[in-house]
């Protein structure tokens, strides 16, 4: 089997995502598919009340931010406060970059970073319709982040870190833009088990599916070591296993791969 390119990688992702920003808006946001963290499912905010999501918070966000998208939810755990800068790195459609806005409050700012040029101007039309003022999207990867250094109290980020195929550099350009003290807040798929060969070699459908590109719990720890971070944490949640399951039905991968919180901080 020929082995792709980290771009190649990229350019996989980014198509898969294309595909799901175009057709939820030709579909008026009724298109049916399966309940992959990186797939369009029926019923959003159903989805996305399994993902730990508060009817509220469901009811908060512009419409058509919510794109059912995610493997937890990262805003809740970020504890944000009034005045910080946070940074949403995959924000799709801006939805946790909206609720992220409302508790940072006018005085704070939130800027989305997402590589799909399609799903950065969703999320720009919802903030123009919206009215919402603190947030701003920008085109770019998150290997190399259109972000000056040491400007970005919080980095929240939910099921996208897993779908780089250079996670190191991803830590790394988290860290560079974090100030000191800044730190970290992700929902992200971890591995609890050797991925079988036919799950883990496939580089299209399940790689850009959230599932065959997720790392060990200790390569993740060596990784955010290595870039600098400290007071690292990363706690799985085996309850994802329940809407995991449906990721890939009859492929059982709830009993390889877990959705886990993940915290450090930039000293």
Same mark, same amino acid.
């Given at each position: +089997? #020929?082995?792709?390119?980290?771009?190649?990688?990229?350019?996989?992702?980014?198509? /898969?995502?294309?595909? *799901?920003?175009?057709?939820?808006?030709? $579909? %008026?946001?009724?298109?049916?598919s $399966?309940d992959?963290?990186?797939?369009?499912?029926?019923?959003?905010?159903?989805?996305?009340?399994?993902?730990? @999501?508060? =009817?509220?918070e469901?009811?908060?966000?512009?419409?058509?931010?919510?794109?059912?998208?995610?493997?937890?939810?990262?805003?809740?755990?970020?504890?944000?406060? !009034?005045?910080? *800068?946070?940074? &949403?790195?995959?924000?799709?459609?801006?939805?946790?970059?909206f609720?992220?806005?409302?508790?940072?409050?006018?005085t704070?700012?939130?800027i989305?970073v997402? +590589?799909t040029?399609? +799903?950065? =101007?969703?999320?720009? !039309?919802?903030?123009g #319709? !919206?009215?919402?003022?603190?947030?701003?999207?920008?085109?770019?990867?998150?290997? @190399?982040?259109?972000?000056?250094?040491?400007? *970005? %109290?919080?980095?929240?980020?939910?099921?996208?870190?897993?779908?780089?195929?250079?996670?190191?550099?991803?830590?790394?350009e988290?860290f560079?833009?974090l100030?000191?003290?800044? /730190?970290?807040?992700?929902?992200?798929?971890? $591995? $609890?088990?050797?991925?079988?060969?036919?799950? #883990?070699?496939d580089?299209?459908?399940? @790689?850009s599916g959230?599932?065959?590109?997720?790392?060990?719990?200790?390569e993740l720890?060596? +990784?955010?070591?290595? =870039?600098?971070?400290?007071?690292? =944490?990363?706690?799985?949640?085996?309850?994802?296993?329940?809407?995991? #399951? &449906?990721?890939?039905?009859?492929?059982?991968?709830?009993? @390889?791969? *877990?959705?886990?919180?993940?915290?450090?901080?930039?000293?």
């Open positions: +089997m #020929k082995k792709l390119t980290n771009d190649e990688i990229r350019q996989n992702v980014r198509l /898969r995502y294309k595909q *799901v920003a175009v057709q939820i808006t030709e $579909t %008026n946001n009724s298109c049916c $399966t992959s963290c990186c797939d369009t499912p029926t019923d959003f905010n159903a989805i996305s009340n399994k993902l730990g @999501y508060s =009817s509220e469901l009811s908060a966000v512009p419409e058509g931010a919510n794109l059912g998208l995610g493997c937890g939810n990262p805003q809740a755990i970020a504890e944000l406060k !009034s005045g910080e *800068v946070v940074l &949403d790195l995959g924000s799709g459609g801006g939805f946790d970059c609720l992220a806005a409302r508790q940072v409050s006018e704070g700012h939130v989305g997402d +590589m040029p399609e +799903m950065v =101007s969703r999320a720009r !039309s919802n903030a #319709k !919206s009215g919402v003022v603190n947030t701003e999207f920008r085109l770019g990867e998150i290997e @190399y982040l259109p972000i000056a250094d040491q400007i *970005v %109290n919080v980095i929240i980020s939910n099921c996208v870190i897993n779908l780089s195929p250079d996670k190191q550099q991803v830590f790394n988290a560079r833009v100030q000191p003290g800044g /730190r970290l807040a992700i929902s992200d798929i971890v $591995t $609890t088990a050797e991925l079988p060969p036919e799950i #883990k070699n580089l299209n459908e399940l @790689y959230c599932i065959s590109g997720a790392s060990s719990i200790e720890k060596a +990784m955010l070591q290595c =870039s600098g971070f400290n007071n690292i =944490s990363i706690e799985p949640k085996d309850e994802s296993k329940s809407f995991i #399951k &449906d990721w890939v039905p009859g492929a059982n991968v709830d009993n @390889y791969i *877990v959705s886990a919180v993940i915290k450090a901080n930039k000293p």
